[in-house]
């Protein structure tokens, strides 16, 4: 009776702290929630005279903001994406099998660099390498509004931030996508190459086709990474408060991860609260990414109950 | 007739085997020929090796796309400039990826000496100083941020596996997903909006910094985790209840045990993730120039803070300074390459015994 | 050690679908009972409500009686884990525990209750057992190995001397030998005859010569249709039911006319 009492004990205490380690999950993201709702609020309810005092006025403040955000993210996916598609089938359809294993291994390996590395070798290598190219394009092409000039002397535009961003968020695509592509039903390409296909009609016909859902779920978690990345940003970019498209200018629009990093430090009053507030709109957007991508694998793990 | 004929063709029209190859090589030839032209009659400056490589591709690509059209035909003609596109894709993918690791190991050996690991940068303007404060403060802070994490990941995993059902698993595991999207800034600000409550706005001290990276690395230790536990054939969870042993028991003596090689690997691999996080720590950890060994008190600079503030705040000699930089992240990529090599001797070393 | 297990109107649910209905046995001590019937039929069901290890699965639940030695294993004072150290059970896939050697293996009964062992205790229960379960020749000298090196008919007996190690009053076997070779099979096979002598056995088996060779009393269940409970058809003597079997469906399914 006694052993039995203490197996029942333990079993309760057990499970109460497994249960209690998932109740912390609930509660630490409802903490989040309200201690950057609770930090931001005076910024959103004071009045401009207020929010002036102290540097910033929030509304008007925040639009350039997620502008830059989402500008510098959409741009590196606009990089990242095929060649992450690229390498992803190069790895898993084209390359000699010993060689696919250690490529795997390899941008596994660069997912976890530092983004601080990135940042690094963003503005101290990459910058000026590519000064260059960005004289060429506004001499030559600088009729078209995306290169507009006068060019940037330093190479820390736009442009160089999409570069670097996209080189971060390539071997996390990859590695999603390549995963998704090993894993077409070998009967899929099979019964594609029993119909005569080449290799690029059996990709094109059995391998995309099945991870067309992965590719997106993949590029919104690239998506979400790019939008919130704050180093690699704040190290590169020369920032600015504005709106504007043109890619190779002094003048960029900032985003909002590395606008918080870089005014944090001597933030004071209200302007910490702003800060506060902008990170919550960063919060939400990333938010709504991460949803669409949860969205997208829930509907192919539907699907794909039927292989 | 023709139909017929077709049909009894298995002998198409093929390129002999070298083909691919001797066409890229001639296309780079050319190519490279052509800049050189450039550079000599002086159009450009120097030889431009990146242009050479671009023009040369192209002209590989449309080579073989038009002579494999007019020998084998269309469908083997896409399929052999794919191919093309595919490899151009990876090669150039490789490009940063070499370059950053290169300049990073060639640049950060300069200050890889006994100094850098040996001495903080209290007091250091100019050369000299090394990054010991900083290593002190990434051990650290990690460590506080595995020891709040890995325990309530695993859990929080072992809750999900092994107990959970309904509407509260359910809600644990969408919340968790929320939780891998967040942005380490947000980490950042949050922790200091919670400790600011509590001890005003100019608090900055470590174990701030560790609550901000635990709330990054909970979600990848409670996912990587459930995979493992899932893993664990569920004979074996039977056999050890049939044996008259508790469940709690059973999780810990059996099920635990057997996927503790995954697991271990998963929490070396979000270690690796959260020690390069620098946003956060810049936020509550604040900067620091001296050794720091208190968690609770005081500024605490980490490694990734270190890297980025010896760029950012430079002195008077800026080359110093830079160096001390590429060190910085030098070390940094090696520890995560010893943390995700740690992990796959684990895996090695720990896999249940005599399973094929 | 061995001892009578009576079920008395039992009912077993899956959440609200009725698996098993209105089964009524006895079985004796020191015999070996067999469970035959077509797949779905609910035997298995049973077989795990014997030691509550239908608990396992979420849903699961029962009405009706089932006592050993007088005792309804589903009074409320009852523990269900205090059960299984009384019922043991041997799976229908070996399933040694991948981490642990052939010795550690047996011992799991005992070392996964935090119980303590001595050394010279702990070596003659490991040899009392593998011998128990006719593996001992076979493995004396590598029981540091772990147990999932041993050949597939070595692990089942693995998992019998492991179930004996906690000497249980009753032993269930789930389709024992439906993943093992003839050799094997016929290695547990004899071993049941010998354990029978120590223990009361029930087995379920969808091999009736199985049944027949080794089983003192055989129960046929049927099940009327997919959707449908399955039901005790009858138990007998094993010559009987073999022989001369009173319902015709019993002497259907053992002729080979269906399932």
Redo the contacts between chains.
Sequence with gaps: MT??AK??LGDRVFQAAAMGAGLLILVALAAVAIFLIAKAMPALVASPEELKRDGTDFWPYVPPLIFGTVWAAFLALLFALPLAVGIALFISHYAPRKLAQGLGYAIDLLAAIPSVVYGLWGILVLAPAVRPLYEWLVNNVGWFPLFAGPVSGTGRTVLTVAVVLAVMILPIITALCREVFLQTPPLHEEAALALGATRWEVVKMAVLPFGRAGIISATMLGLGRALGETMAVAMVLSPSIIISFALLQSQNPTTIAANIALKFPEATGLGINALIATGLVLFAITFVVNALARVVINRRKEFSGAN | MTLMSEAAVIQGRTLPRGFAWTTLVASIVASAAIFLALALAQVTPEFNVAGAAVVGAILYLVLVGVISRLVEGRRKSIDRVMAGVITAAFLIALIPLISLVATTAADGINRFDMQFFSSSMRNVVGAGGGGLHAIIGTLLVTGAATIISVPVGIMTAIYLVEYG?GRLAKSITFLIDVMTGIPSIVAGLFAFALFALVFGPGIRFGIGGAVALSLLMIPVVVRSTEEMLKLV?N????????????KW??IV??VL??AIAGIITGVMISIARIIGETAPLLIIAGLSTSMNYDLFSERMTTLPVFVYTQYTIQGADAQAYIDRAWTGALVLIIIVLLLNLIARIIARVLA????R | MSKRIEVENLNVFYGKFLAVEGVSLTIEPRTVTAFIGPSGCGKSTLLRTL?R?HE?I?GARVDGRVAIDGKNLYDLDV?P??????V??V?Q?P?????M?IKENVL??V????GRISRSDADDLVEKSLKGANLWKEVKDRLD?????LSGGQQQRL?IA??IA?SPDVLLMDEPCSALDPISTLAIEDLIEELKRDYTIVIVTHNMQQASRVSDRTAFFNIAGTGLPGRLIEVDDTATIFERPTEKSTEDYISGRFG
């Design positions: 052993a039995r197996a029942r | 059902k054939p004979e074996l969870r039977e056999a050890s209840f049939a044996l008259g042993v508790p028991l059973t003596k059996v045990p057997t249940p015994k005599g399973s | 030691n290890m396992v979420p523990d884990v205090l059960v299984r150290r009384q043991g059970m799976f896939r399933n040694p525990f991948p981490t050697s799991a009964g070392k996964l209750n935090n190995r772990p147990g999932s090196s998992c492991r179930a906690v």
